[in-house]
């Protein structure tokens, strides 16, 4: 009976190392990878009815996937929303992509609102990411 025990804690032992190194080695590629994630966004004004907005994203990470959510808000003086527009973009390790979105501004609209999140896709499942947001100059107003 003495030697089952032992060898039960010794098996036991065992999986509970393979289980620390993995989730290890999982966590340290996931915070690596979020190092090598470059994102970069342009804003350009023509005349006082047109924006211009692109966003670059490139991803040198390893083994996952790289969920891209990028949303764009236009808001009236009150702060209340007039539009939204997105797109959601998935990048595999190594990609890159660029997202060119053209804002036609009304009278009404004050301001807008650029937001990217980033997100790495694990086993299906958004593990680990961040936020960005940016406010956008559209010129209009009342």
């Known amino acids: 009976m003495l030697i089952k ?3 039960l804690i010794r098996a ?3 999986i509970s190392y393979i289980i620390w190194l993995s989730v290890t080695l999982l966590g340290t590629t996931a915070f690596y ?3 090598t994630i470059q994102t970069d966004f342009e804003t350009t004004t023509q005349g006082y009815d047109k924006v211009i907005i692109t966003v670059s994203v490139s991803y040198r990470g390893y083994l996952y996937d790289l ?3 990028i949303n764009f808000t ?3 003086d009150l702060g209340n929303i007039i539009s939204r527009n997105g797109t959601v973009i998935y990048l595999r390790p190594g990609g890159s992509t660029s997202s060119t979105v053209v804002l036609h501004v009304t009278p009404d609209v004050a301001s807008g609102m650029l937001s990217i999140f980033l997100a790495q896709i694990i086993f299906g499942h958004e593990f680990i990411g ?3 947001e940016e406010p956008i100059e559209v010129g209009g107003g009342s």
């Open 5 to 7: 025990m032992r060898n």
């Open 12 to 14: 036991l032992k065992i």
């Open 33 to 35: 990878n979020l190092t």
């Open 67 to 69: 969920e891209v959510c």
């Open 74 to 76: 236009l808001y009236d």
């Open 130 to 132: 961040f936020h960005i």
